[in-house]
């Protein structure tokens, strides 16, 4: 059956800034290729983890355009007052069945590198389609820059969270997949984000409550349960109990989802968290959390975020007694933990860990959920400073590459990579060099991933996972 196009679907002819419309007209006669390239230029983190463009080559490169898409972008380009190149949208229909000539190389997904490097490459595999490179730039660095950003302050946070494990805990590596739990799904702004997002925090830990990312990941990264969460409680089904018989609350918790091995969160901070963590979770209902065979999460949710965990786990330790383990640090019995899933950032994370560290406490005693912090809040483009830019081009009858660049006087942190770009791996790290620098026998490790309508490089998650720890 043939597709046709709804209005309300994607469209790659519509996903594009306007001026991109008219842009076929700009190049100089004579062009054929243009090659652009994607960066971080630098920004917020010195280290960054690619991640994300194979949902974008599998959800939106795989489907052909087709006449009645053409025939509807005509419409609406021309209402909007923007050229709209349809002879060149039917070349592509017509010789190429509605795929896109294009080729795109780049780095394994999950690979760690520095900032200033060029991780994606593009290029047009047809001269009569030179535009089609730079018309992809609006939504392919969407593509990449929003979960590479993501990915990247999931994995920053990974790192504080090892530090403090490896410092005060046994058995660190056990404990670090499900220290930072993705909280953020309401806090974005679609559920394309929260699916996107979640997914690329995913890379890193294996606890989240964004429910769509464990679809996208089921769909472009192979991985049928990426994380996992528990049963938890929210302010509305402690509250509608009443402020007098919260304690009633607590205990339906532990009756309703207590048991051997079983993990419950219950927020606690609804009026008085002291009170509930002193007499509440340790007096009246001990008993019961120490007999269920499972662990109480105790969720504080207000208050100073680096001062009221910390009490918490202090008033834990004196109502269920701890552990001194083989590193001199204190650890609660398994029956009890804390989350603390509010005002949570990288650096109040580490003001928590060294906060306990300082008091004898082990980190292994609390977790992280993290939200708009994670997913949206300081997570745009200009967080690592990302761009796409052309870097050559190649003229009818000439068989060299030309230099493209950019080097504005009045902002050289904007200058762009001249020519088209190879990354190779040095004693010293990952480096770009002009992939005409380079011998055969040198890896370019910029792989081709996708060409003409086809998926070349498949990654599982857990392969993105692997990479992401080697660094």
């Known amino acids: 059956?043939?597709?046709?196009?709804?209005?309300?679907?994607?469209?790659?002819?519509?996903?594009?800034?306007?001026?991109?419309?008219?842009?076929?007209?700009?190049?100089?006669?004579?062009?054929?290729?243009?090659?652009?390239?994607?960066?971080?230029?630098?920004?917020?983190?010195?280290?960054?983890?690619?991640?994300?463009?194979?949902?974008?080559?599998?959800?939106?490169?795989?489907?052909?355009?087709?006449?009645?898409?053409?025939?509807?972008?005509?419409?609406?380009?021309?209402?909007?007052?923007?050229?709209?190149?349809?002879?060149?949208?039917?070349?592509?229909?017509?010789?190429?069945?509605?795929?896109?000539?294009?080729?795109?190389?780049?780095?394994?997904?999950?690979?760690?590198?520095?900032?200033?490097?060029a991780i994606v490459q593009i290029i047009n595999t047809d001269p009569k389609v030179p535009w089609l490179t730079s018309f992809l730039e609006t939504a392919l660095l969407r593509?990449?820059?929003y979960p590479s950003t993501v990915a990247t302050l999931s994995w920053t946070v990974k790192q504080i969270i090892r530090g403090y494990l490896n410092e005060t805990c046994e058995n660190p590596e056990a404990e670090l997949p499900f220290k930072l739990h993705d909280f953020g799904a309401r806090g974005v702004s679609s559920a394309e984000s929260a699916a996107l997002g979640g997914l690329a925090h995913m890379v890193n830990f294996m606890g989240s409550d964004t429910v769509g990312a464990i679809g996208y990941a089921r769909a472009y990264y192979d991985e049928a349960m990426p994380a996992f969460s528990i049963p938890a409680a929210e302010h509305s089904t402690i509250t509608s109990w009443g402020k007098d018989r919260e304690i009633d609350a607590f205990a339906n918790m532990i009756e309703q989802f207590g048991g051997k091995d079983k993990l419950v969160a219950v927020v606690s901070d609804s009026y008085d968290i002291y009170k509930a963590t002193r007499d509440y979770w340790g007096v009246h209902l001990k008993e019961r959390v120490e007999a269920m065979g499972g662990t109480l999460v105790v969720r504080p949710d207000s208050g100073d975020p680096r001062i009221v965990p910390?009490?918490?786990?202090?008033?834990?330790?004196?109502?269920?007694?701890?552990?001194?383990?083989?590193?001199?640090?204190?650890?609660?019995?398994?029956?009890?933990?804390?989350?603390?899933?509010?005002?949570?950032?990288?650096?109040s994370i580490r003001d928590i860990l060294q906060a306990l560290k300082d008091k004898g406490w082990s980190a292994e005693n609390i977790a992280f959920g993290m939200g708009g912090a994670l997913l949206q809040k300081g997570v745009d483009r200009d967080t690592m400073k990302w761009a796409m830019k052309a870097n050559a081009t190649k003229r009818a009858g000439d068989p060299v590459w030309h230099d493209v660049f950019k080097d504005p006087i009045t902002d050289k942190g904007k200058i762009s990579k001249r020519g088209i770009q190879a990354l190779i791996k040095t004693e010293s790290g990952f480096e770009n060099v002009r992939r005409d620098s380079i011998p055969d026998t040198v890896q370019d490790l910029l792989e081709t991933v996708w060409e003409n309508g086809k998926l070349l490089r498949d990654q599982s998650l857990a392969d993105v996972r692997a990479l992401s720890e080697i660094f």
């Open 310 to 347: 910390v009490e918490v786990v202090e008033i834990l330790g004196e109502a269920f007694g701890f552990e001194t383990n083989a590193k001199g640090y204190n650890v609660l019995p398994s029956c009890v933990r804390v989350i603390q899933g509010d005002g949570v950032n990288p650096d």
């Open 143 to 145: 593509a990449v820059w």
């Open 1 to 117: 059956m043939t597709y046709k196009f709804n209005p309300s679907d994607h469209s790659i002819l519509l996903d594009v800034d306007s001026y991109k419309g008219s842009h076929f007209l700009q190049y100089p006669p004579g062009t054929e290729y243009v090659s652009s390239y994607i960066e971080s230029r630098g920004g917020k983190f010195e280290n960054h983890v690619m991640f994300g463009l194979q949902v974008y080559l599998k959800r939106y490169l795989s489907r052909p355009i087709t006449q009645d898409e053409i025939d509807y972008a005509a419409e609406l380009w021309a209402a909007h007052g923007v050229p709209f190149n349809r002879a060149g949208w039917e070349y592509i229909l017509k010789e190429h069945d509605g795929f896109l000539p294009l080729q795109i190389k780049a780095v394994k997904e999950g690979t760690v590198l520095s900032v200033k490097n």
